[in-house]
């Protein structure tokens, strides 16, 4: 019962903001860690109420939670250490070349989160351009539906490889370890956030704001599987570097949203969510021709095959283009390449 008990309040983010209450030094709440556990336990119940307005709705279905809830589970035994040693790691190895330090002041806020969104940008469209970094994303866009559980769908490899991207830059780009620590949080609430379902917000645009920053209708056009929608938006809070790079793309009211990868995957199947594309990597480098083949299915983007039959999204974008060129009232396919 204990351990229930411990379970239950680090699920819930509630340890943290229990001992301060504990204390009574209400003043660490203008600290970052109090800062953190003040926002660590807004988003679970938000979770519990999603769920159970969809069995009130009558729209749960077991598909939609199974699997990435059963991630979170196996994720809690495997992966949580790793993401505090990996940006440790990447602060002491690299924090010695960075030219200036910006710290916790307004001006340092803004700088660093415009730095700190270019390396997220960089980890996520690597994580959907190469087709190794795929397999470690893709346990992450596996679920079929968009709610609030998908946030625990992650391989427990792919922190580690997020984090050592997103520190290293940050790092040399004289974002301080304070402030890095307090633009985690942020952008780990905001990311978060972004998830929740329809059940709960039908309309993920958040009026004006969707203008500005990334919503959580930008966030379910990235998790779709529809063509058009494919490798974009892959920006977290700010969508400037998606701007910048052409990535960028708001929801259309005429597209009915698809979620999920494009191969099918085995329903209530966490094995297929979790090393899936392991499998299929590993047999098409195994069936390739040539060291230099076999290499180049790690690297090239998902879909990219030796014998030039490619099938990325880039080729069913084109594909989608050359179509509603020469039939300009087809309507928009849902099926794609990754």
């Known amino acids: 019962m204990g351990w229930v008990h411990d379970q239950l309040l680090d699920f819930f983010g509630l340890g943290p903001l229990l001992g301060l209450i504990a204390a009574g030094d209400y003043r660490a709440l203008l600290t970052v860690n109090g800062f953190a556990a003040l926002l660590n336990p807004l988003l679970p119940p938000l979770l519990l109420f999603e769920l159970l307005r969809s069995i009130a709705l009558k729209t749960f279905k077991r598909e939609h939670y199974q699997v ?12 949580n250490f790793i993401t505090i040693a990996m940006v440790g790691l990447c602060i002491g190895l690299f924090q010695r070349f960075a030219l200036f330090q910006a710290g916790l002041t307004w001006y340092g806020l803004l700088y660093g989160y415009v730095a700190w969104e270019f390396s997220h940008f960089v980890y996520h469209f690597f994580a959907h351009k190469v087709r190794l970094l795929w397999c470690l994303h893709s346990t992450h866009h ?44 942020i952008d780990s609430f905001w990311g978060s956030f972004i998830h929740v379902g329809e059940n709960v917000m039908k309309n993920g645009r958040l009026g004006v704001l969707n203008r500005f920053i990334l919503t959580p209708s930008h966030h379910r056009v990235h998790h779709a599987r529809n063509v058009l929608y494919m490798d974009t938006n892959f920006c977290n809070l700010l969508p400037i570097w998606d701007r910048v790079f052409g990535t960028y793309i708001e929801e259309r009211d005429d597209i009915q949203i698809e979620y999920g990868i494009t191969r099918p995957v085995k329903r209530y199947s966490v094995l297929d969510a979790y090393l899936g594309e392991f499998y299929l990597l590993g047999k098409d480098v195994w069936n390739a021709p040539g060291i230099g083949n076999k290499l180049l299915y790690l690297v090239m983007p998902p879909g990219w095959s030796h014998d030039g039959q490619h099938k990325t999204a880039k080729v069913a974008k084109q594909e989608l283009m050359q179509t509603q060129v020469h039939h300009p009232g087809t309507s928009q396919p849902s099926h794609g390449y990754h």
Do not use: K, Q
């Not at 990435?68 to 992966?79: S, W």
């Not at 679920?143 to 998908?150: F, I, K, Y």
């Not at 922190?159 to 004289?174: E, H, K, M, N, Q």
């Open 68 to 79: 990435p809830l059963l991630v979170m589970v196996l994720n809690r035994f495997i992966g």
């Open 142 to 185: 596996a679920p079929v539906a968009m709610n609030l559980s998908v946030n625990y769908s992650h391989i427990f490899l792919e922190g580690a490889y997020a984090d050592f991207v997103r520190t290293s830059i940050c790092i040399l780009l004289g974002v301080s370890p304070p402030l890095l620590i307090l633009i985690m949080i």
